[in-house]
């Protein structure tokens, strides 16, 4: 009461509201935590437990500071102007009281839900209300619900009454300096509030709360309220749309055709076994290179020798120069080439208001005891990517907070070559636990901002290509080093792009923006070949199962480039348009019905698709076949 002398009102009754709205937040976290004590496993302990709390925290300031940011404002402009008071008054004391009471009925009618779908609260709940008699009906036959409405009702009681009084609270009028320093102050806090962290380059997302391996610990960081409003704003956008080609029974048995797949199995499920001898591949690094287009490569055509390095490469191993990416953002590569799916449109695969388990390649290697772990430069959060991982069997994600702040050069955190050295030294931890190693790699030197480090010297002026010479030497760098390593000869390197770059556009889809490289390489392992069938990112994860010789059920659309069986076609998305392609023609669908059908080898710029309509049939056929199967898939 004394300090109040000395600050604002708005401010204290902003305060006021917020702590107890962060403990009654925390109280409904508790009765969750209470109600699915049982999914407490073995291996989580109580740093672990009160960890989750706390990150719960804040998500309920996220809530919490949306909520109070419009009161916090009518009170300001009240308190300044001097007028009004009775008027901002009752605003702020029945805008909260309202917004409150709903926030705390969600987070109440969350915990049945959870019980029930082990995930928050999202608008799938909305689909409960197509019948309400038979949903309260349910509800108030079920006593353990009782349990929850009874303290909620009071609850409720508790808040309104609180506010009220908060609302009424006189403080007397301080200083206009000091007026003037809690108004910013406030501001300012409410709006780190809203972004949950302090990191520019990504406000808190879902992912934020998967900070460890403990599928119910992760969530219960979560607030119900967040995730229902996110899951509403990811529903209204367009790339968020369930795709609808065609019917799902006959996408599937198309699928089937197209992949090889017995049509007496289940959907698109096929099981591989090992032979009967041993890989000496155990391990597998997936390096995903940012902005690595094939047409920067010599052999590929470049005339500006940018990749030396990458490019000896791809002499020694078993390289495909007609692989694809399946779309042309990073969260589009590290997506299909760890899980073997492709893109649709806009949609972002990793973000959403719940996080799906992908089959993939940290799950099937985790099953048989890997240790996996995914290095990036900069922010794990970006794209969700540190939470989504985690939820899909990383163990680790090494990311900018896991560097020295020295080192951190941009938004992109670290250089390509420090975050190599920093993985060859991991990765020599993990070989020494006598235990496999499952690694992925994702660089962003090629990428802007741009940062030549002065200890590197590259041949060319342009900016645009000394970052590409930077990102073959770092690439040279840490295969140097990898290779005195113990774990070197036993370990499967594979070698794609995230996506490229749009040189050379002659179409509306840029096929260098697609078209990768993709190489894998195990110079004691895998002889030298070049491989020229269709291949894409979504090939990716098992054929390192074959190259590895583990065990494992496909379930994706990706194929195993080591079989007889060869693709007709590969697709891959650009956001309002797909690509199909084979060794002569290229297909451009865009969504508003235009067909371009080029002969892209020749660089023609002509359309063809007039008077090729069985051909164009055809290729949309066997893109829109499997992307309603992968549709179907999310469903489900």
Not at 9 to 28: D, E, H, N, Q, R
Not at 209 to 232: C, E, I, P, V
Not at 347 to 360: L, N
Not at 533 to 547: H, K, L, N, R, S
């Amino acid at each position: 009461m004394r300090l109040t002398k000395y600050i604002p009102s708005p401010f204290v009754k902003t305060a006021k509201v917020y702590l107890w709205g962060l403990c009654i937040f925390s109280v409904f976290r508790l009765m969750l935590f209470i109600n699915e004590r049982n999914r407490i496993g073995s291996t989580e302990n109580l740093p672990t437990i009160v960890e989750s709390f706390i990150m719960g925290l804040r998500f309920d300031t996220v809530i919490l500071c949306y909520i109070l940011a419009l009161p916090f404002l009518v009170l300001t402009i009240s308190y300044f102007l001097n007028r009004f008071q009775r008027f901002s008054n009752l605003f702020f004391k029945y805008f909260i009281s309202v917004t409150l009471s709903i926030a705390f009925v969600i987070s109440a009618a969350d915990i049945p839900y959870f019980k029930h779908f082990f995930s928050r609260l999202s608008i799938s709940a909305l689909e409960w209300m197509d019948s309400p008699s038979f949903v309260f009906g349910m509800i108030a036959e079920e006593p353990l619900y009782w349990l929850f409405i009874l303290p909620t009702i009071l609850i409720l009681w508790f808040i309104i009454r609180k506010v009220s009084k908060i609302s009424q609270m006189y403080a007397p009028r301080t200083s206009l300096h000091l007026s003037i320093l809690f108004t910013l102050l406030g501001a300012f806090l409410l709006f780190a509030g809203i972004r949950g962290r302090l990191a520019h380059k990504s406000p808190i997302r879902v992912g934020t709360a998967y900070f460890s391996q403990s599928a119910f610990l992760n969530q219960l960081g979560l607030n119900a309220n967040f995730t229902f409003l996110k899951s509403y704003l990811q529903s209204q956008k367009s790339e968020n749309k369930a795709i609808q080609f065609m019917d799902t029974e006959q996408a599937i048995s198309l699928t089937q055709k197209y992949l090889n797949i017995d049509d007496t199995k289940d959907g698109i499920s096929r099981e591989y076994t090992a032979d009967s001898s041993s890989s000496k591949m155990k391990n597998v690094v997936l390096i995903i290179m940012e902005s690595m287009s094939a047409s920067k490569l010599t052999r590929h055509g470049n005339s500006n020798e940018l990749t030396p390095f990458l490019d000896s490469l791809t002499y020694e191993g078993a390289y495909y120069p007609n692989a694809y990416a399946a779309g042309i953002h990073t969260f589009n590569g590290i997506f299909s080439s760890i899980f073997s799916l492709p893109a649709i449109y806009r949609r972002h695969p990793m973000k959403g208001a719940s996080i799906k388990e992908f089959d993939g390649l940290f799950e099937y290697t985790k099953k048989k005891d890997y240790q996996t772990i995914y290095f990036c430069t900069h922010d794990g959060q970006f794209d969700n990517v540190e939470g989504f991982l985690t939820a899909n069997y990383c163990d680790e994600v090494i990311a900018s907070d896991d560097y020295p702040s020295e080192e951190i050069k941009t938004t992109l955190g670290v250089p390509d070559d420090y975050m190599f050295r920093s993985a060859t030294k991991k990765l020599n931890e993990l070989s020494n636990n006598s235990k496999p190693f499952a690694a992925t790699i994702m660089t962003a030197s090629d990428h802007g901002p741009y940062y030549v480090p002065l200890y590197f010297t590259p041949k060319n002026s342009e900016t645009k290509k000394q970052i590409v010479e930077y990102a073959d030497w770092s690439l040279r760098q840490f295969f140097e080093s990898a290779s005195k390593q113990s774990w070197y000869d036993s370990t499967l390197f594979v070698l794609v792009a995230d996506h490229g770059a749009a040189m050379n556009a002659s179409y509306d889809m840029p096929l260098p923006y697609n078209h990768t490289p993709l190489l894998f390489y195990s110079p004691q392992n895998i002889p030298p070949s070049i491989n020229k069938e269709m291949a894409g990112q979504i090939d990716i994860f098992p054929t390192i199962m074959d190259y590895l010789n583990l065990p494992f059920v496909n379930q994706t659309l990706g194929i195993n480039l080591n079989d007889s069986f060869d693709r007709p076609f590969i697709y891959f998305n650009g956001d309002d348009k797909y690509g199909v392609i084979n060794q002569e023609w290229f297909l451009i669908q865009k969504q508003d019905g235009f067909s371009g059908l080029y002969k892209y080898r020749e660089k023609d710029l002509n359309n063809y698709a007039e008077g090729n309509v069985s051909k164009i049939d055809s290729m949309r056929q066997y893109a829109e076949a499997q992307l309603q199967t992968y549709q179907h898939l999310i469903n489900n």
